[in-house]
C-alpha cells in the first residue's frame, strides 16, 4: 500500500457536467501529478503540482483544472465534461524539491464514465 | 503523438524463465526512464528506473537496459516468478513532462 488514496473510487456523470475529484498524499510528499488513463492505454500525464503551484502540464485543454492544498491533498476538476473523458485518472504523489526523478506513489484511481 | 511505445500488449513465460519487456521511445531529449508494475484495481507502482547518461541499472531480478542509439529501453526479470504477473509500463521524463507506454501484460506460467 502506498498511502496514497483517492475518492471517489467510481463515478458517474452526464455530458456538460462538472466532476471534482480527491486525492490525499503521503505525508509529507510535497508534488502530486494527476494522469488519465483510457481502456487499454498508458497513463496519459495531465499535469503536476509543487507547493500548491502547477509547475508542469501535458496536452489537456483548460477545462482540466487541478489545486493542491497545504496537507497534502489535491483535487483534479473537469469542466463540460466529454463522453471521451471517460476513463481512470490516477494520482501520483512525490517526495521531491521539484525535479522529476524522485519515485512516484500511485493512488488506485477514481473511475469516471461519461454518460 | 505516441513518444513512449510498448509494441507488445503480452507476454507468457514459464517460472524460472527470463522475461524481457521492450520499450521503444522517440524523444532523445528523454533524461530519465523508468518501468512501473500494475496490478489489478491498484496504481502503478516503481520498480527501477534509468538516467540517460547510464546504459543498465540492476536491482534484484530485475535490470533495465537502455540502448540510446536504437532509443530502446528492456527490462528483464531473471528469475521469473509466478507473482510477476502484472502489466508493466515503461515511462520516460523531459521538460517537467512525464510519458507512459501502453502497457505489457506479463503472464508467469508456474
Known amino acids: 500500500e502506498t498511502g496514497v488514496t483517492q475518492s471517489p473510487t467510481h463515478l458517474i456523470k452526464t455530458r456538460g457536467q462538472q466532476v471534482t475529484l480527491r486525492c490525499s498524499s503521503q505525508s509529507g510528499h510535497n508534488t502530486v501529478s494527476w494522469y488519465q488513463q483510457a481502456l487499454g492505454q498508458g497513463p496519459q500525464f495531465i499535469f503536476q503540482?509543487?507547493?500548491?503551484?502547477?509547475?508542469g502540464r501535458g496536452n489537456f485543454p483548460p477545462r482540466f483544472s487541478g489545486l493542491q492544498f497545504p496537507n497534502y491533498s489535491s483535487e483534479l476538476n473537469v469542466n463540460a465534461l466529454e463522453l471521451d473523458d471517460s476513463a481512470l485518472y490516477l494520482c501520483?504523489?512525490?517526495?521531491?524539491?521539484?525535479?522529476?526523478?524522485?519515485?512516484?506513489?500511485f493512488g488506485p484511481g477514481t473511475r469516471l464514465t461519461v454518460l | 503523438d505516441q513518444q513512449v511505445k510498448q509494441n507488445s500488449p503480452s507476454l507468457s513465460v514459464q517460472e524460472g524463465r527470463i522475461s524481457i519487456l521492450n520499450c521503444d521511445y522517440t524523444n532523445s531529449m528523454f533524461d530519465y526512464f523508468l518501468w512501473y508494475k500494475k496490478y489489478p484495481a491498484e496504481g502503478p507502482t516503481f520498480l527501477i528506473s534509468?538516467?540517460?547518461?547510464?546504459d543498465k541499472n540492476e536491482d534484484g531480478r530485475f535490470t533495465v537496459f537502455l540502448n540510446k542509439s536504437a532509443k530502446h529501453l528492456s527490462l528483464h526479470i531473471v528469475p521469473s516468478q509466478p507473482g510477476d504477473s502484472a502489466v508493466y509500463f515503461c515511462a520516460a521524463t523531459s521538460l517537467n513532462k512525464f510519458y507512459f507506454g501502453s502497457g505489457t501484460k506479463l503472464n508467469v506460467k508456474p
Open positions: 534509468i538516467s540517460s547518461i547510464k
Open positions: 501520483a504523489s512525490s517526495l521531491t524539491s521539484g525535479g522529476w526523478t524522485d519515485t512516484q506513489y
Open positions: 503540482y509543487y507547493r500548491e503551484e502547477e509547475n
